[in-house]
């Protein structure tokens, strides 16, 4: 992809940004909340106030097809990496949800707010106990050990609202070690949907769900291609109201 990627209702400037634009990226920013009824346009069918949050913005394209989506939410990404942060935060100004959305720089478990979310969010790193990437700057972005994952349901648990719920965008195998980490925090599993690559492969990842309630959960699936280079018809349909190619 290019350093700017056209969306139909924003721009997205990934310079300076470790983490581009990426399909596990794109998929949680057009499912997250999916419990909502939506219009063809992509945005929520009378969604009320919400408050949502990105952990780990990058870019900031989640929260913007987020802002797109729930169009009386506001929207806050918290990013650490400074660079990318100034790229994000210059998204977020250059984009017609501007006035809902804010960029806040520096770790996420060291941001003293006293906000609550209705949704939070993240396409988080997870090479866990990995070989690290020798450049820095992508090594942050990249790996983590599971410490980071035990203190985002820990933030999580304090700050959802009490509906609210956390959805993250994961590989299929941390999948009982969240639920795990949840249950400890007081969370419940909320659903999920396995996504494959083909309908023959198997799941590599999981956008998983947790809420202090759940709400009639349930598995999911998703398959991105129908045939080499061929996306589905269900993620044309998912991406169409965001990319200009649909």
């Known amino acids: 992809m290019g350093q700017v990627f056209q969306f139909k209702q924003f721009a997205v400037d990934q310079n300076n940004v470790p983490m581009r634009i990426n399909t596990d990226g794109v998929l ?3 499912t997250a909340g999916f419990h909502q009824e939506e219009a063809v346009d992509g945005s929520a069918v ?7 949050l990105d952990i780990g913005t990058g870019t900031g394209v989640i929260a913007l ?3 797109q989506r729930f169009e009386q939410a506001k929207v806050w990404g918290v990013e650490i990496d ?9 998204n977020f100004k250059q984009s017609p949800f501007k006035n809902r959305m804010q960029l806040v720089h520096g770790d996420i478990f060291h941001w003293q707010t006293e906000l609550h979310f209705d949704l939070i969010v ?3 790193p ?6 690290h990437n020798p450049d820095q700057r992508k090594k942050v972005a990249k790996h983590t050990d599971d410490t980071f994952f035990k203190e985002m349901i820990k933030f999580a648990s304090e700050r959802l609202k009490a509906d609210g719920q956390i959805q993250l965008i994961v590989p299929i195998e941390m999948e009982q070690f969240l639920k795990d980490e949840a249950v400890a925090h007081g969370l419940e599993w909320n659903g999920q949907c396995n996504i494959r690559s083909f309908e023959d492969s198997d799941s590599f990842r999981c956008i998983i769900s947790f809420a202090r309630k759940a709400h009639r959960p349930k598995t999911e699936e998703f398959i991105i291609y129908k045939g080499r280079g061929i996306y589905s018809d269900a993620y044309n349909h998912l991406l169409e109201p965001f990319f200009l190619a649909f």
């Open 28 to 30: 949680l920013g057009a």
């Open 46 to 52: 009378n969604p009320g106030a919400m408050d949502i």
């Open 65 to 67: 097809m987020l802002a």
């Open 82 to 90: 400074e660079l990318a942060a100034e790229t994000a935060g210059m």
């Open 122 to 124: 993240s396409n988080p």
């Open 126 to 131: 997870f090479y866990i106990n990995s070989l």
